[in-house]
C-alpha cells in the first residue's frame, strides 16, 4: 500500500535493534521500557493504520492511562480501529493477571496498626546506623505497607529534610497515609526542637495533599519513640 505524501509512519523493523520494545526488554530489563512500550509487546503488532507503538499510545490516551484502560470492556477495545478481537483479548488477559498479582501481593503485606509495629519494621535495620537517615513508611487505606523509603541521609538536621522529597514518594506509590522515621546515631532517640519542627511542617503539608501522616518514630540504640504516643504530634 502507497504511502501518502506527509503520512509517513515509521513500523517497528524500521527502528534501530536498540530501540525496539522487545530487544530494549532483553537487553534492559522490563522496568526499563514505558508503559507504551510495554503495552506495544503485549499487542504485537499494528495495523495499516499506524505502528503498534502509535496503537499502544492511541489506547492509553483514549483511556486516559493504564487505569482507565483496565477498566475498559473487552468489546469497547475490539472496537477501535487496528484493535480486534485477538488483541483486545490479550490486553484485558495481560491486563487481569497483574490485578491478580496485585491482589495477591496485597494480602501478604504487613498491616502497621501501631507504633510499635511500625518500630519493629525498621529497627534491625536502623537502630545501628552509623549516620542520620529520614525514611517513611507508606500505607495503602488499610493500614497494610506499601513500602519503606528513604528520602534524606547524612549529616541531616531535621529542618533541611524536603515536604517534596517525602510526599514524592507518597504520591509515586499512592499511599493513603505515611509514618515518619529517623534514626540519632548518638542512640538516644529524645526528640529535639527541630524534630518537632519538622513532624508540624511535615503534617501540615500533608493535610493540603490529603496524605496522613500517621506518626513520627525516633530511633535510637535498638529503641524507638513514638511522638504520637508522647501527644508530640
Not at 537487553?27 to 507503538?53: H, K, N, P, Q, Y
Not at 500505607?139 to 533541611?160: P, Q
Request: aromatic residues 4%; proline residues 5%.
Amino acid at each position: 500500500m502507497k504511502r501518502e505524501e506527509g503520512d509517513y509512519r515509521v513500523s517497528i523493523k524500521e527502528l534501530p535493534p536498540q530501540t525496539r520494545p522487545r530487544e530494549r526488554l532483553w537487553c534492559e530489563g522490563a522496568s526499563a521500557l514505558s508503559e507504551v512500550e510495554l503495552l506495544a509487546i503485549i499487542l504485537r503488532t499494528g495495523s495499516a493504520r499506524g505502528s503498534v507503538l502509535e496503537l499502544a499510545r492511541l489506547l492509553l490516551a483514549r483511556w486516559d492511562g493504564l487505569k482507565g484502560l483496565a477498566r475498559a470492556a473487552v468489546q469497547e477495545l475490539a472496537a477501535v480501529p487496528g484493535m480486534g478481537e485477538a488483541k483486545a483479548a490479550q490486553v484485558v488477559a495481560a491486563l487481569e493477571l497483574g490485578r491478580r498479582l496485585g491482589a495477591m501481593e496485597a494480602s501478604l503485606r504487613p498491616t502497621i496498626h501501631t507504633p510499635a509495629a511500625a518500630a519493629e519494621l525498621l529497627l534491625p535495620e536502623m537502630a545501628y546506623l552509623e549516620q542520620e537517615e529520614f525514611r517513611v513508611i507508606l500505607l495503602d487505606t488499610k493500614n497494610r505497607l506499601l513500602g519503606v523509603e528513604t528520602v534524606a541521609v547524612g549529616g541531616l538536621n531535621c529542618a533541611g529534610v524536603s515536604p517534596r522529597e517525602v510526599f514524592k514518594a507518597a504520591i509515586r506509590r499512592s499511599a493513603c497515609s505515611l509514618i515518619l522515621a529517623h534514626n540519632h546515631p548518638s542512640g538516644n532517640p529524645a526528640p529535639s526542637a527541630e524534630d518537632l519542627a519538622i513532624t508540624r511542617r511535615l503534617m501540615q503539608a500533608g493535610e493540603l495533599l490529603g496524605i496522613e501522616v500517621l506518626d513520627h518514630l525516633i530511633i535510637g540504640d535498638n529503641c524507638y519513640i513514638s511522638l504520637r504516643e508522647q501527644k508530640l504530634c
